[in-house]
């Protein structure tokens, strides 16, 4: 018999004995007062997993309120009004983004807003369509609808566009210790710092996926003070990472009133060790209570489309299995709350990629 050494069987049996304890797989339908005291308990515990408790404590003794930086102002080509902005979102931290206004926007005039999140191997540069930089120029050049921010300005919406926490201008400088082994490195504005925000948060008791919904968070109190943004019509999307993001936003705040994750529904179970190795997906605790179902299920009943290329690499060693199974689930508590029209999924045939299908269905209901 060959003996085997490696810890995957043992995590995989310790999933399916002990993990996702709040796991919902409601049959074909619930009562929608089920589903949603669920909801609300599952909230409060991934609330408390992410650590927003101690960061809610933290942002209350902040002095003084946050500044709003205005960094710059231009009129694109196209005629797409771009702000850059920042703002702090805890002590000592601050958020760069962008805001693009429609062309035949005007001054006063509310839309409806779209926050677009970026993938790893982005920025808020390549969301916003912003070839300021040869690395953002090349990303643009090969992977030209990752542009989603721009491309949601082009039919009429303000997009707002940040680097999330270690991404583009939110990179980490060097660790010394890496300067030594590696050698110094240029800069890379496509670059991020995942490992090493995710090691060090982790050792405070928080995440960095909870860093950056914390973030998000603060962008949608920021857009609740502007006079542009229709704050019953936020939506939200992202590719990949950034759809992780999205996914942890919108679940976690209904403010976030529609929801477009690409590139990213899977099962843990299935992708363990295999997939979405990146230490940004990681949460201390968070196989015990629950699946990406049961994460992206609290955006019920607001709306929500997945998309997954069907040759998608992330979807797990299964494919696009994986990810269906986890969307049937999701699909339960949607027809539970009587919103099965607010669910949709989008299998396009390709790769691990942002193909766009979502626009029609953003449409109509933002």
């Known amino acids: 018999m060959k003996e085997t050494y490696s810890y995957k069987g043992f995590f995989q049996d310790l999933y399916r004995t002990q993990g996702a304890q709040l796991h919902f797989a409601p049959p074909d339908f619930v009562s929608a007062e089920t589903c949603r005291r669920h909801q609300e308990k599952l909230r409060d ?83 916003a369509g912003i070839a300021d930089t040869p690395q953002a120029a ?35 400088a060097p660790a010394s210790e890496d300067i030594s082994f590696l050698g110094r490195r240029p800069f890379d504005p496509l670059g991020s710092s995942c490992h090493v925000l995710s090691e060090t948060a982790e050792a405070f008791g928080l995440s960095l996926a909870g860093l950056i919904a914390w973030d998000n968070r603060k962008l949608l109190d920021y857009l609740e003070t502007v006079s542009w943004a229709e704050t019953d019509r936020i939506g939200c999307a ?15 705040d209904t403010r976030v009133r529609l929801a477009v994750i ?18 940004c997906n990681y949460v201390p605790g968070l196989w015990n209570i629950a699946d990406i179902s049961d994460i992206a299920s609290l955006i019920a ?18 494919g696009i299995q994986g990810p269906e199974e986890q969307f049937g689930r999701i699909r339960n508590v949607y027809k539970s709350l009587g919103a099965d029209e607010k669910l949709a999924m989008s299998m ?16 109509r209901y933002l």
């Open 301 to 318: 009943p607001r709306p929500l489309l997945v998309e997954n290329g069907l040759e998608d690499i992330e979807s797990g060693p299964d």
């Open 45 to 127: 515990k991934l609330k408390e997993l992410l650590g927003w408790d101690r960061l809610e404590q933290i942002d209350r003794q902040r002095q003084p309120q946050p500044e709003l930086h205005r960094l710059w102002e231009r009129t694109e080509p196209d005629g797409i009004l771009v702000r850059s902005l920042s703002t702090q979102t805890l002590p000592g931290v601050r958020m760069p983004f962008y805001v693009l206004f429609p062309k035949d926007w005007q001054d006063g005039e509310r839309r409806p807003v779209m926050i677009c999140l970026p993938a790893h191997g982005a920025n808020k540069e390549v969301v």
């Open 262 to 279: 690409s590139g990213y529904i899977h099962g843990y179970y299935d992708c363990m060790m295999d997939t979405h190795l990146c230490s």
């Open 138 to 172: 090349e990303k643009l050049k090969r992977t030209p609808l990752e542009a989603y921010g721009r491309a949601f300005t082009e039919r009429g919406y303000i997009a707002v566009c940040p680097d999330p926490s270690g991404f583009g201008l939110r990179q980490e």
């Open 238 to 252: 992202g590719f990949s990472g950034g759809g992780l993001n999205i996914m942890w936003i919108a679940a976690l």
């Open 348 to 363: 396009p045939p390709g790769p691990h990629a942002w193909h766009a299908s979502c626009y029609a269905f953003v449409d």
